[in-house]
């Protein structure tokens, strides 16, 4: 019998003292973790990734300074990362945290917590990555991928999959063809491909989701 695959855990939390215990209560159950001391490094990590994502699941903290954990959620979706997000909250958070969910975190654990419920729910989010197939994690990326362009970057993205060209872009959106340029180059780096057409074939994977405009 094969041994389950295996699913990275990131704690990202700027309090020492907390990425410390929660690193030894995962590794106290089997589950080495690697910690981050806020945001920045961990977003820079994840760029890093991008294209070779493998299995994680993140804890991230709400409060953290000068990146916020909602920040850095933000800017995890734009990556188009794939990994589940577990948000740890303190008093007044809630309400924050369940915003978060709806906006496509996994889930989120209000402090103080119970060392056994954290580790349930971890055990939950990685159970859930296993079972996901390659091509439900490369849809769930084009998801967020998509859901974090910004709306100049969508109407471009629209003329780029009916095949038109940049100057012809740039005549219906009233734009400059060197601006077209800009955003095409975003677009293809958010999105993961290198051409139009790649582009075409990913987003008909995505045909409901896409055509929601």
């Known amino acids: 019998m094969s041994s389950p695959e295996r699913v990275d855990i990131h704690v990202v939390d700027d309090d020492a003292d907390v990425r410390d215990g929660l690193a030894w209560l995962f590794d106290s159950r089997g589950y080495p973790a690697r910690t981050w001391g806020g945001g920045e490094p961990f977003v820079a990590f994840a760029k890093e990734r991008q294209g070779d994502w493998g299995l994680a699941v993140v804890l991230l903290d709400v409060r953290m300074e000068p990146l916020s954990g909602p920040m850095t959620f933000e800017q995890l979706k734009g990556l188009g990362c794939p990994w589940p997000v577990l948000f740890l909250t303190g008093h007044g958070d809630v309400g924050t945290a369940v915003g978060l969910v709806k906006n496509g975190a996994h889930d989120f654990l ?85 051409s139009a057409i790649e582009l075409a074939h990913k987003l008909g994977q995505l045909k409901p989701l896409s055509g929601q405009d």
Do not use: C, W
């Open 110 to 194: 209000e402090k103080p917590f119970q060392d056994n419920v954290l580790v349930d729910r971890i055990e939950q989010a990685m159970q859930q990555v296993r079972s996901q197939t390659a091509s439900e994690r490369e849809a769930q990326r084009l998801r967020q991928a998509l859901a974090a362009l910004s709306p100049r970057e969508r109407e471009v993205l629209d003329e780029l999959v009916q095949g038109h060209y940049n100057k012809n872009i740039a005549d219906h959106l009233g734009i400059t063809p060197r601006t077209v340029e800009f955003h095409r180059a975003n677009i293809f780096e958010k999105m993961g491909v290198d």
